[in-house]
């Protein structure tokens, strides 16, 4: 079992930056690759992006590229999902996600969520 906790949530304005965290225990975490989920009211919960093992490969949804990234400490146990030029449409309840399989990631393992608001 791997447990999953993000933080770093909360309101924000357009334009705007946050980070996110996952913090994960249980399995060894360089054994998982890591991804970010997201799901707006009304909509089902879709890939954002997602990180190798090593944190040398990165795969994000097209309407992220370029304005979000993620990165991973494995010496923390940690990955991050750092969201610049937020936009309204950006709002949503963000997962963690691990799973063992890098491309495509079906994500084995779900945090709990955490709040992105953005508001116009």
């Known amino acids: 079992q791997v447990q999953l906790v993000e933080s770093g949530g909360g309101l924000v304005q357009a334009g705007d930056s946050l980070r996110l965290s996952c913090a994960a225990s249980?399995?060894?975490?360089?054994?998982?690759?890591m991804g970010w989920f997201r799901q707006a009211p009304g909509k089902e919960r879709e890939f954002v992006g997602g990180?190798?093992?090593?944190?040398?490969?990165?795969y994000y949804a097209d309407s992220v590229k370029g304005r979000f990234t993620i990165s991973r400490d494995n010496a923390k146990n940690t990955v991050y999902l750092q969201m610049n030029n937020l936009k309204p449409e950006d709002t949503a309840v963000y997962y963690c996600?691990?799973?063992?399989?890098?491309?495509?990631?079906?994500?084995?393992?779900w945090g709990q969520g955490t709040q992105v608001t953005v508001s116009s």
């Open positions: 996600a691990a799973d063992r399989v890098f491309r495509p990631l079906k994500a084995s393992y």
């Open positions: 249980g399995r060894t975490f360089s054994d998982y690759a």
């Open positions: 990180i190798n093992w090593s944190g040398y490969a990165t």
